[in-house]
C-alpha cells in the first residue's frame, strides 16, 4: 500500500475516533451508533460486550450526558491492515464539570478496530480499558 493510501487510512480513522468523541460528549445517540458497523461490538470493563446498532443504541442512550462531559483523546497510533482494515489504539481521559469545576475521572484506552464498507469508515469493535 503507498505512503498516501495509509496517510488516507490513518484520516478517515481519526475522523471516525473525533466524531465518536464528539457525539458521546453531545449525546448524539444515533450519530454514535451510525459510526459503527451494524454487528459493531464495545468492550468496557465489567460489563458484557454490547453488540449490535440496538444494543448500542440502548447503551449509549443510557450514557447520555447528565451534565458537561468531554472525552480527550490522544496519542493515537493507526496501524493499517489492509485497504479496508486498520486498527487504532487511543488515550482517552474523561473529565466531567460538576459544582467544583471540571475534574478527570477516567483514564483509559481504547483498543479500535475498523473496517471500511461502501467507502465509509466504521467501528468493528472498541475495546475501552481503564489505567488504575
Not at 444515533?30 to 451494524?38: G, H, P, R
Not at 478496530?113 to 488504575?132: C, E, I, K, N, P
Amino acid at each position: 500500500m503507498s505512503e498516501s493510501a495509509q496517510a488516507w487510512v490513518a484520516a478517515g480513522v481519526r475522523a471516525v475516533i473525533g466524531a465518536h468523541t464528539q457525539a458521546q460528549d453531545a449525546g448524539r445517540t444515533d450519530d454514535i451508533v451510525a459510526l459503527y458497523a451494524s454487528d459493531g461490538v464495545l468492550e468496557l470493563p465489567g460489563a458484557d460486550p454490547v453488540q449490535g446498532h440496538d444494543a448500542l443504541r440502548e447503551a449509549f442512550k443510557g450514557w447520555a450526558p447528565t451534565r458537561p462531559q468531554r472525552h480527550l483523546v490522544g496519542n493515537t497510533v493507526v496501524t493499517v491492515t489492509a485497504e479496508d482494515g486498520a486498527t487504532a489504539v487511543s488515550d482517552v481521559v474523561f473529565f466531567q464539570r460538576g459544582e467544583s469545576g471540571w475534574a478527570p475521572l477516567v483514564v483509559g484506552r481504547y483498543k479500535d478496530t475498523f473496517r471500511r464498507s461502501g467507502g465509509t469508515w466504521l467501528l468493528q469493535r472498541r475495546v475501552t480499558t481503564y489505567q488504575a
